[in-house]
């Protein structure tokens, strides 16, 4: 290598280390900032004060789906395992809406615990897999309900 | 230039490096590639067609999805070539700002627009999917934000290009610029893992396997090899474009226009 390159070669490494480093101190002081929702568990670790917007992100646990007679509003507790908040929401559910599923609510808590969403998105998991498979997962006792790793 | 002549001349140099040499040759490069180029066409059409018929035709729905999970067929293969184009890019550049090989350059910069035409795809088949699944077609979460974000890295190095009149200089600028957004890369892969997201995890790793069922991953992989043959013939049919017009005036090229007629 000529020593032109050399000097190139360096200088570039350089700009690449520095931009490296820049990016890694943004990246850790960001973190938190980034979270796109909470979990239960980040929730009561950390309390958000009522009226605060924020999202709260989980699973709709099974069997808490509970809709008002001839309306839109639906009540439900989004849990993550060992904590659960219970959140209530009026308007139209996504199609993929369902127990188990998990959800991100975007509103904040009311005095009493109760989490009033004003926008419910049903979170994917990363599994896809036709309907005959799914059943037979079910079937031999894989039940196919999204798992949260984040 | 006596300096590279002077190096092709010793007779030590292996069958690969004399290769790495000619292909640095613009006439050498222009008649090298415009031999194959039709066959990469070729390939492409024939896998993503392939691909594709398996995938919308014959292939399943999704159990909770429905049919809206076909969007997986184009969504996926171009979100992983928006990301490899880049790092292809950012590689070519590096070479380009040490080496200064014209060809390289005139590779990285060329890539930059197929790149951001996989980008828009995916923004745009993502975002089409997410409306039924999710129920919006945007949110700023992390994954979706740095996949933007590469966007405007792409649309940067484009813009940068164009905007300095010395092709030469302009290859530099743009190549550090690139060089420099590279870091985008590993916060759009891993943005499901360090941060909660709209958008799941990664389906598939290299050694962890795939939590896609065979009869939909099967598809839309041969889709993402039809994918990298695209991006192989687009990109070679554009650097030699690129290449008779840089040198317009230049003797190899009457040559080859000259064979053409």
């Known amino acids: 290598m000529t020593p032109t390159r050399k000097r190139r070669l360096i200088a570039v490494l350089l700009i690449l280390a520095g931009v490296g480093i820049a990016s890694t101190i943004a990246f850790y002081s960001l973190q938190e900032n980034m979270l796109y929702f909470q979990s239960p568990s980040d929730l009561a670790q950390q309390p958000i004060p009522p009226g605060r917007q924020f999202r709260l992100g989980g699973l709709v646990k099974p069997g808490t789906v509970e809709r008002q007679e001839g309306g839109l509003a639906t009540q439900f507790v989004v849990t993550d395992g060992p904590k659960e908040v219970l959140v209530e929401y009026v308007g139209i559910l996504p199609d993929l809406f369902r127990e188990g599923q998990g959800v991100i609510a975007r509103g904040s808590l009311d005095g009493t615990g109760l989490f009033a969403a004003s926008e419910v998105l049903a979170k994917h998991d990363e599994n896809y897999m036709p309907p005959e498979v799914a059943d037979a997962l079910k079937e031999t006792g894989h039940v196919s309900y999204p798992k949260e790793d984040s | 230039m006596n300096t590279k002549t002077a190096k092709i001349a010793k007779p030590r140099k292996n069958a690969l490096v004399m290769f790495i040499h000619k292909m640095g040759s613009p006439p050498w490069f222009y008649n090298f590639t415009g031999k194959f180029i039709p066959w990469l066409w070729l390939i492409f059409g024939v896998l993503a067609a392939w691909g594709l018929y398996l995938g919308l035709v014959k292939g399943p729905a999704d159990y909770l999805q429905g049919e809206s999970v076909r969007i997986i067929y ?74 933007l974000v590469l966007l405007f890295l792409y649309l940067g190095v484009i813009g940068l290009y164009n905007a300095i009149d010395e092709p030469r200089k302009a290859a530099r600028a743009a190549c550090l610029l690139s060089l ?14 360090w941060w909660n997201t709209l958008h799941q995890g990664s389906s598939i790793s290299l050694l962890g396997g795939s939590s896609i069922d065979a009869s939909i991953l099967w598809p839309m992989l041969i889709v993402a090899v039809a994918a990298k043959f695209f991006y192989a013939a687009n990109l070679l049919t554009r650097a030699r474009v690129k290449l008779l017009e840089q040198d317009m005036r230049k003797g190899w090229v009457r040559d080859v226009l000259k064979e053409k007629n």
């Open chain 2, 74 to 147: 184009l969504h996926v293969p171009a979100a992983w070539m928006s990301m490899l184009i880049y790092s292809t890019m950012a590689v070519m550049a590096f070479i380009a700002l040490v080496w200064r090989i014209r060809i390289v350059e005139i590779l990285a910069m060329t890539s930059a627009p197929i790149g951001a035409a996989f980008t828009i795809v995916t923004l745009t088949a993502g975002s089409l999917w997410g409306r039924p699944t999710w129920g919006t077609y945007w949110v700023w979460d992390a994954r979706l934000t740095s996949e």
């Open chain 2, 180 to 193: 420099v957004g590279a870091v985008n890369l590993p916060i759009i892969h891993y943005s499901v893992k």
